[in-house]
Each structure stands twice: as C-alpha cells, then as structure tokens.
C-alpha cells in the first residue's frame, strides 16, 4: 500500500487554466505539506496543514490555494495557470509538527504548462 | 533566515570509491539535520538525521555528524555501489517551532560499475 500517493502523477496544462493536485496519506499522520520542486531540482516549502489548519504558507501566489477536507487528504488548486508554474509538486506528511518529525514524501505530480 | 549550501554536483564515482558531499547550514538556534535521497522518477526518502550536535547519523551504510562549531553536516559512505545512484539533499527545520524543512540546491550522484 502506498503511503503518499498523488494524482494525477503528470499534468500538462494550457497557460491560464485551472487545475487541482490530490494528495493522501494512509499513515494516520496530523501534518500535510505541499512543496515545490523547480526544473534546477531545488525544492521549497509552500504550505503545511495540522489538523486541517492552516500552519505554514510560504510566499506563494495567492493563485494557490490549499485545501484540506480531513486529516488524510490535502489538495492543491491553482488557478490561472502559467509557464512558472512548470515543475514537480510533491506532497508529504507527518506525524505531528514538530520539528523532529520524519516527513513522508508522495512520488511527485509532474505539472507542465505550455 | 536559515538556509542549506552543498556541493553542487553532478559527483561521478566509479564503484567502491568514498563519498563525501559537503552540506553546510545557517541557521538561528539549534535545527535538526538530515539527508534526504532522491532515486530517478521518485519522491524523497530520508536517509539519515541528526538532532542535536555532535550526534552521528547514519543509514545504508551512510554517515554524518551534526558539527555546530562548523556548522556542517557532511555525508560520507564509504564504499558507493551503483545502486546509490540519486540526488541527495541536505536539509534543516528552520526556527519558527513548525517542521519546515529548508532543502540544499541538491547534489546528483552518479555511480558506474
């Protein structure tokens, strides 16, 4: 059984489209994040979720917006899509926030937009 | 604010030989530490942590020691199979008390038979 698994795992997109990531965790962690991987491989934290609560939102396009139904499952629209937005999103969680934690990474959502 | 630097890659080793990538750190306070692999076409694994200084981590036959008076926590293997092939990061919690990990730019190992 996966512990992390996103869907879709590619999404390619026109420019201006809107469009939503899935992420779930069978783990039974409290803690969600979504980060961002960029074509240089560098990877940045846009938002955590505990408990279905809003805990850490990065600088990010408020084009983004996270959405977290249950402990389980975090989601991520974005809106009016653009060419920077290209890159690998990857979902992972936690049991708890602190800062010890092991997080949990899905295999990653490969987003392209022409 | 906190942040990660490592060696830029790509490291090209034959099979066998040492591994060492340089990760150092700045961070206000006291962070955890970790090394965190990435195979081709996957999600992130940790590798390996370190809480507090002077702590040793290590996993697979990896190691690294969290050093606070160089603020360094370098990764070393002794003998790299192809196997461990991947992309290796170095990363920190920052302050602030939330587990927000600040990632290193990355280091690409290549290991040939």
């Known amino acids: 059984d996966t512990a992390v698994s996103q869907t879709p795992k590619y999404l390619v997109t026109q420019m201006g489209n809107d469009k939503s990531i899935k992420c779930e965790q069978n783990l039974g962690h409290d803690t969600m994040y979504w980060y961002k991987q960029d074509s240089k491989k560098f990877l940045k934290i846009m938002f955590s979720?505990?408990?279905?609560?809003?805990?850490i939102n990065e600088t990010v396009p408020n084009r983004f917006s996270p959405k977290s139904p249950d402990k389980a499952h975090l989601n991520l629209h974005i809106n009016s899509l653009e060419l920077g937005d290209s890159a690998v999103y990857f979902c992972a969680s936690s049991q708890g926030r602190g800062a010890n934690n092991e997080q949990f990474f899905g295999p990653g959502t490969r987003l392209t937009v022409l | 604010g906190d942040s990660v630097t490592q060696m830029e890659g790509p490291v090209t080793l034959s099979e066998e030989a040492c591994l060492t990538i340089?990760?150092?750190?700045?961070?206000?306070?006291?962070?955890?530490l970790f090394w965190y692999v990435q195979y081709p076409g996957e999600g992130l694994q940790l590798l390996l942590k370190a809480t507090k200084a002077d702590d040793k981590g290590s996993n697979k036959g990896f190691e690294a020691t969290y050093r606070k008076e160089t603020t360094s926590f370098h990764l070393e293997k002794g003998s790299v199979q192809v196997s461990d092939s991947a992309v290796y990061f170095c990363a920190l919690t920052a302050s602030g008390g939330y587990n927000k990990l600040i990632f290193g730019a990355g280091t690409r190992l290549a290991v040939h038979p």
């Open positions: 979720y505990n408990n279905k609560e809003l805990i």
């Open positions: 340089n990760c150092t750190y700045t961070a206000t306070g006291y962070p955890s």
